[in-house]
């Protein structure tokens, strides 16, 4: 999953202005007659600045490789890298209204859901946390957790975001702490989503702590059709890579995570739990039992 810049970027702006620009020119004869060289003139420009930029961007940019197997990209004119005690920080250094720094760790030996609880221990109340499962930065069939403490409409400034996956038998995770005043900080946040998105592994062994849950599951039932009984099927299919089918009257595309199945066009979430060989759905407040086939 690809952590989302919050705000447009800079060069977006830069073009939007350009383009705001060339429509103000004078509606004079002679000034109409020049209006395209110049409206050329600007778009070059624009693209010489925009490739400078991107040139300047590539030739600043550097690759750290952690023992753990994963490596990141970061821009060495916004970053400062502190390594101790198995935790890599990335430390933003441009201006800001506080200090910004993402921290990578390897935890052995422990899952994700307990590892995050252990930092978000220290965030108060939980109501105020916001909990989400997607696939983990830097992949599509691996599953992570989120937990995100946002204070900018507290007044506090500080945000801070946990995100834990299993990991060759522990956990990987990132650390962030953000502040901000006035709004989001549009730098800070781009740099940050860059570095977490641009996250590679030597060798990203498959997760066993959903070992269980892949397979099918299907419940049958009769229904009277013209007169006759026709015994009639529904099905739940949730593969290893968490993509899933839904069987019921039609079919519908999730996701699955570990306690919900996610509607991959949008929808309500549907709850479900798997005992054994069975799993039960939520369907409309009521619990119905599927029997997993081999």
Not at 49 to 58: D, F, G, L, N, P
Not at 135 to 160: A, I
Not at 270 to 293: A, P
Request: some cysteine; overall charge negative; glycine content about 8%.
């Amino acid at each position: 999953m690809k952590l989302k810049k919050r705000i447009v970027t800079g060069t977006a702006l830069a073009l939007t202005a350009l383009a705001l620009c060339s429509c103000g020119s004078s509606q004079t004869p002679e000034a109409t007659t020049k209006a395209p060289a110049e409206s050329e003139t600007s778009e070059s420009t624009a693209a010489e600045t925009i490739a400078a930029e991107e040139k300047e961007k590539e030739s600043a940019t550097v690759v750290y490789e952690s023992k753990d197997g994963w490596s990141v990209k970061y821009d060495k004119n916004h970053f400062t890298v502190n390594e101790g005690n198995d935790i890599t920080g990335f430390v933003y250094s441009g201006e800001s209204s506080g200090s910004n720094l993402v921290e990578i760790s390897y935890v052995k030996d422990k899952q994700p859901e307990e590892v995050l609880s252990e930092i978000t221990e220290s965030w108060g109340d939980p109501d105020n946390i916001t909990r989400i499962e997607s696939f983990f930065p830097g992949t599509q069939d691996k599953w992570g957790y989120w937990r995100v403490l946002d204070g900018t409409e507290s007044g506090s400034g500080l945000s801070e975001t946990a995100i834990a996956g299993e990991y060759n038998g522990g956990v990987l995770l990132f650390d962030i702490t953000t502040h901000a005043e006035d709004g989001e900080d549009t730098a800070v946040s781009d740099c940050i989503s860059d570095l977490i998105n641009s996250i590679s592994y030597d060798d990203f062994k498959p997760q066993t702590m959903y070992d269980h849950v892949p397979g099918r599951y299907t419940r049958t039932y009769e229904e009277e059709l013209d007169g006759n009984k026709v015994s009639c099927e529904y099905s739940v299919t949730l593969n290893e890579d968490h993509t899933g089918i839904l069987s019921i009257q039609d079919d519908i595309e999730v996701l699955w995570g570990s306690c919900e199945l996610i509607p991959t066009s949008g929808g309500d979430k549907i709850e479900y739990t798997i005992e054994g060989d069975k799993l039960m759905l939520n369907q409309d407040g009521e619990w119905i039992t599927y029997t997993k086939k081999d």
